[in-house]
């Protein structure tokens, strides 16, 4: 596995930023070696929601259509309180002027890597070697060194630059020494899978709902094949918090029934709000959870990460073709997409969280009137839903130098 060939992009993870800037500069005629810490590709049920941006960008590798294909178009969410019903139902159709894709889509992430490690494999000039993870990384002025670890020891990679997209622990930005900046949320987060169809007990529910309530708000999310519930817990163990019978009354809660839930899938995580405090050092890039993390009201997460990967690659595909402009010229990628992070990703899955954790009778009430009135106005209906579509955060980067 060591490579003496420098003329390669290394990339820590295989998630869905690692893969996407795989297959961007895979097709830019860029040879990329990516390494994933798991044995396999995984086929867990983390995010599911595509964005209309992020559909644009992946449209030109044809995922798109594949995850369209997969998945469930979604073009209204809405906001609820768990007694009184809808508050304000919002529709991306408002934008079809500004995008082919007016509406969210559900699809497992797991579905997009997939796709895109099928398409990898016709590229002689792309790798991907899985079980091996990242230890440590040194870089000179023209390379980058990479010590990582599989089951025949530790061995070093070298490439020109290298992307750490290998998750919220990323081991290249310790090695960096980058802090993680931010907050760790005191509650645990739940989510469960489950074939029950929500939408027959509440034939108003939009497809993607958020449910305020003074004691417990909850998060209801449609797939194809299941509805996904995510709750805020106490601070008890994984164990605790994931026990069946446990599980079978927090859903009980929800629609009450004479028979138990089918669950499919459960688990138990903790939620940080962290950006990293620089995403370039040198000949290294961080993206995706390696740079920042935020709780999954809203969808932005893996969004927000695809959009890193797409960011990057166009500015290195222009560093690789042209070195003469020189590394500096990766600082923009730097400004722009920690400004998204801060100012747009956490902004926005915090004020959610805000919204559905108050339990003030008047400030509940409040923050109600204020989305009725923001979807009974045409256009602040749109300009909201720009903002939580992040087309406008796109927008916003075009007056970051």
């Known amino acids: 596995m060591n490579n003496q060939n420098i003329d390669r992009v290394l990339i820590a993870g295989a998630g869905p930023t690692g893969m996407v800037a795989a297959r961007y500069l895979a097709g830019e005629g860029i040879p990329v070696t990516v390494i994933e810490a798991s044995e396999e590709l995984q086929k867990d049920l983390r995010a599911s929601t595509f964005h209309p941006p992020t559909l644009e960008m992946l449209d030109q590798f044809g995922a798109a259509q594949y995850c369209i294909d997969q998945g469930l178009i979604c073009p209204l969410w809405q906001f609820r309180d768990r007694k009184q019903g809808p508050i304000a139902t919002f529709d991306l159709g408002l ?31 792309a790798e991907i070697f899985y079980g091996v993870r990242s230890v440590s990384v040194k870089q ?55 074939p029950f169809d929500f939408q027959k007990a509440m034939p108003d529910l939009a497809d993607v709902a958020y449910l305020s309530d003074p004691d417990e708000w909850i998060v209801l999310l449609r797939t194809r094949s299941v509805w996904r519930v995510l709750f805020p817990t106490d601070n008890e163990s994984d164990d605790e918090i994931t026990n069946l019978e446990r599980v079978q009354e927090r859903l009980q809660t929800v629609i009450p029934r004479s028979e138990p839930y089918e669950v499919v899938h459960r688990t138990a995580y903790r939620v940080h709000e962290r950006v990293a405090a620089d995403y370039v050092s040198g000949r290294v890039f961080l993206a995706g959870d390696a740079a920042h993390i935020n709780n999954p009201l809203g969808g932005m997460g893996m969004n927000g990460s695809i959009h890193d990967a797409v960011n990057l690659c166009q500015k290195l595909t222009a560093l690789w073709r ?9 600082q923009r990628y730097n400004r722009q997409r920690r400004k998204v992070a801060i100012e747009t990703v956490q902004a926005q899955a915090l004020r959610n969280r805000q919204i559905l954790n108050e339990t003030d009778p008047g400030k509940r009430q409040a923050y109600y009137d204020d989305l009725k009135r923001i979807v009974d106005d045409p256009e602040k209906h749109r300009q909201y839903v720009l ?11 075009e007056d970051v130098a």
């Open 95 to 125: 934008l079809d002027d500004l995008t082919p894709y007016p509406y969210r889509v559900q699809c497992e992430q797991w579905r997009l890597n997939q796709y895109l490690r099928e398409q990898l494999q016709s590229f002689p000039h």
């Open 140 to 194: 000179t002025d023209n390379k980058v060194s990479l010590t990582v670890a599989d089951d025949a020891g530790e061995h070093v990679l070298e490439g020109r630059y290298l992307i750490g997209s290998d998750g919220a622990s990323s081991a290249v930005r310790k090695s960096l020494g980058i802090d993680f900046e931010g907050m760790t949320i005191p509650e645990k987060y739940l989510t469960l899978s489950t």
């Open 322 to 330: 042209d070195p003469s402009i020189g590394i500096d010229s990766m």
């Open 387 to 397: 903002r939580s579509s992040m087309i406008q955060s796109l927008k916003d980067l």
